[in-house]
């Protein structure tokens, strides 16, 4: 017995791929050749930056923005860390109050 759509009652069956599947498929899957990642397979290595644009020295997704995001974003990172690091100085100057 053929399984029937419930709707439209066609019979349910794959198809043969098209040309525009493949070539989606293509666009989808295909390794980019732009991309350079220098990383090797270490296992000291995983997880480390290997396009060189994290802060932090682990991948944190950067690679794939553009020049004017990834400026962003650093600025953003260079001000949050600068805070950061600020707060934790006062919080232990002797201007401040020591929780007991």
Known sequence: MVSR?????DAIQTKTTSQAYRDNYENI???DKTMQVRVK???DEIGK???GRSPTGK?????GLDEGTYREKLAEWELAD?????QELWSDSCTTGRAE
């Open 59 to 63: 991948c944190i997704g950067w690679h």
């Open 49 to 51: 930056c290997g396009c």
């Open 5 to 9: 759509n419930d709707v439209t009652g």
């Open 41 to 43: 397979e270490n296992a």
């Open 29 to 31: 899957f295909k390794k």
């Open 82 to 86: 600068y805070q950061k690091r600020a």
